[in-house]
């Protein structure tokens, strides 16, 4: 057999173990140990599978051992850029963000504690001091007994309670810099943040049965588009929401745990996969939604069937607002409006939160609201509740 046949062979075999570390990288994350073993499998692999290519076209072995250190040194560079606050080109921008989301981000906290689990909740954030990062921020985390980030004596009779999710819950932020915490000071009511990331309205209400509202005179509620699928689950059960076990969530914890750190060649792994991915996409017939974003009837309707839930607990003023990721367009605010002019809920009132934020608003890679963002929503929203006294 030649030797070009040979090398070629090689490269096969090489990249089939790379092929299977990125499909099954669910086995690799039982231990510390056995998370070094898939990256250490990741870096053999990718360099065995150039090495044996350079090999059969009969190159320099150091040059594609030194492109592939030029372009993960690209990434790396392009990456701290951006974190610094500089902007790149937008087409570039948004393959960074798609190795961010796939391979990068950070959703548990620095000390590696999970979401603590709960059978009706599904999890909520662990009780305690906690440091929380991603390439754009280092927040700190006070979390209360009842696993919201806020401290105890929000738990005692507050005047205004806050639901929502990462946005509200304040991703990226400080506590005092999140739009709940500046509506507090602005309006000096005693407010409550209930919002954990990715809960749907349906957690969201089910969040009630455990607050002290004795004293609440109005509740806050950001909605997002990724909100629909809970809803429907819960609407369609008979508002009740189905949990996955402990394991599920702790499977989640540990695949996260894999990937939140850096090693040697995660962005060229990651680049490589996600170019064939976006490449199979352009090729497909499946293509994306359209924008603006836009909900079907049904999913409106499960989001108000919720509300008249809530409207259950508290007869109080409730306000809603939508908030997407990025800014992205939307015509969730008409489609509530137009919902609720065919069938009024009393004391539910509306604010069109996007129409005042812009790209500056959001980080550049991450998809949540920055510190800007916050005080121009708590501006919005502040204003909103005074002129229309929603928690007098």
Same mark, same amino acid.
């Given at each position: 057999?030649?030797?070009?046949?040979?090398?070629?062979?090689?490269?096969?075999?090489?990249?089939?173990?790379?092929?299977?570390?990125?499909?099954?990288?669910?086995?690799?994350?039982?231990?510390?140990?056995?998370?070094?073993?898939?990256?250490?499998?990741?870096?053999?692999?990718?360099?065995?599978?150039?090495?044996?290519?350079?090999?059969?076209?009969? &190159?320099?072995?150091? +040059?594609?051992?030194?492109?592939?250190?030029?372009?993960?040194?690209?990434?790396?560079?392009? +990456?701290? !850029?951006?974190?610094?606050?500089?902007?790149?080109?937008?087409?570039?921008?948004?393959?960074?963000?798609?190795?961010?989301?796939?391979?990068?981000?950070?959703?548990?906290?620095?000390?590696?504690?999970?979401?603590?689990?709960?059978?009706?909740?599904?999890?909520?954030?662990?009780?305690?001091?906690h440091r929380f990062s991603n390439l754009?921020?280092?927040?700190?985390?006070?979390?209360?007994?009842?696993?919201?980030?806020?401290?105890?004596?929000?738990?005692?009779?507050?005047?205004?309670?806050?639901?929502?999710?990462?946005?509200?819950?304040?991703?990226?932020?400080?506590?005092?810099?999140?739009?709940?915490?500046?509506?507090?000071?602005?309006?000096?009511?005693?407010?409550?943040?209930?919002?954990?990331?990715?809960?749907?309205?349906?957690?969201?209400?089910?969040?009630?049965?455990?607050?002290?509202?004795?004293?609440?005179?109005?509740?806050?509620?950001?909605?997002?588009?990724?909100?629909?699928?809970? $809803?429907?689950?819960?609407?369609?059960?008979?508002?009740?929401?189905? &949990?996955?076990?402990?394991?599920?969530?702790?499977?989640?914890? /540990?695949?996260?745990?894999?990937?939140?750190?850096?090693?040697?060649?995660?962005?060229?792994?990651?680049?490589?996969? #996600?170019?064939?991915?976006?490449?199979?996409?352009?090729?497909?017939?499946?293509?994306?939604?359209?924008?603006?974003?836009?909900?079907? %009837?049904?999913?409106?309707? @499960?989001?108000?069937?919720?509300?008249?839930?809530? /409207?259950? /607990?508290?007869?109080?003023? &409730?306000?809603?607002?939508?908030?997407?990721? #990025?800014?992205?367009?939307?015509?969730?605010?008409?489609?509530?409006?137009?919902?609720?002019?065919? $069938?009024? !809920?009393?004391?539910?009132?509306?604010?069109?939160? %996007?129409?005042?934020?812009?790209?500056?608003?959001? +980080?550049?890679? @991450? @998809?949540?609201?920055n510190a800007k963002g916050h005080r121009?929503?708590?501006?919005?929203?502040?204003?909103?509740?005074?002129? $229309?006294?929603?928690?007098?």
């Open positions: 057999m030649p030797e070009t046949v040979k090398h070629l062979l090689k490269a096969l075999v090489s990249f089939f173990l790379l092929l299977f570390a990125h499909k099954g990288g669910y086995y690799f994350y039982g231990s510390a140990f056995a998370i070094f073993l898939f990256q250490l499998w990741i870096v053999a692999s990718l360099l065995a599978t150039v090495v044996f290519i350079g090999k059969a076209v009969k &190159i320099n072995l150091l +040059f594609p051992i030194a492109l592939v250190a030029l372009i993960e040194l690209f990434f790396i560079l392009s +990456f701290h !850029i951006v974190s610094s606050g500089t902007r790149l080109t937008e087409p570039f921008i948004v393959f960074l963000k798609q190795l961010y989301f796939e391979r990068c981000r950070n959703v548990c906290f620095d000390d590696e504690l999970s979401f603590r689990y709960d059978s009706t909740l599904f999890y909520t954030l662990p009780p305690g001091h754009e921020f280092k927040t700190n985390y006070e979390v209360n007994n009842l696993g919201f980030r806020d401290d105890e004596a929000a738990l005692a009779r507050p005047e205004i309670v806050f639901l929502g999710d990462s946005h509200t819950m304040g991703w990226g932020v400080e506590k005092e810099e999140t739009f709940e915490a500046l509506i507090e000071n602005e309006l000096h009511k005693k407010c409550l943040n209930t919002g954990i990331a990715s809960y749907g309205t349906a957690r969201e209400f089910l969040t009630l049965d455990r607050l002290d509202l004795t004293g609440c005179k109005l509740l806050v509620l950001q909605f997002c588009k990724n909100d629909t699928t809970e $809803n429907r689950s819960f609407v369609a059960h008979g508002n009740f929401l189905p &949990i996955s076990d402990k394991k599920k969530l702790e499977s989640s914890g /540990k695949w996260n745990q894999l990937w939140k750190s850096y090693f040697p060649l995660k962005y060229c792994y990651a680049a490589f996969f #996600q170019l064939c991915n976006n490449a199979i996409s352009a090729c497909s017939a499946k293509k994306p939604p359209p924008l603006p974003y836009k909900m079907n %009837d049904e999913e409106v309707a @499960d989001f108000f069937k919720i509300i008249l839930q809530i /409207k259950g /607990k508290f007869d109080g003023n &409730i306000l809603v607002f939508n908030l997407n990721e #990025q800014n992205e367009p939307s015509t969730i605010y008409d489609q509530f409006q137009q919902y609720l002019r065919t $069938n009024p !809920i009393d004391k539910v009132h509306l604010v069109d939160a %996007d129409a005042g934020l812009t790209a500056d608003d959001y +980080f550049i890679i @991450d @998809d949540h609201l121009k929503l708590a501006s919005q929203l502040g204003a909103y509740i005074l002129e $229309n006294r929603l928690a007098d």
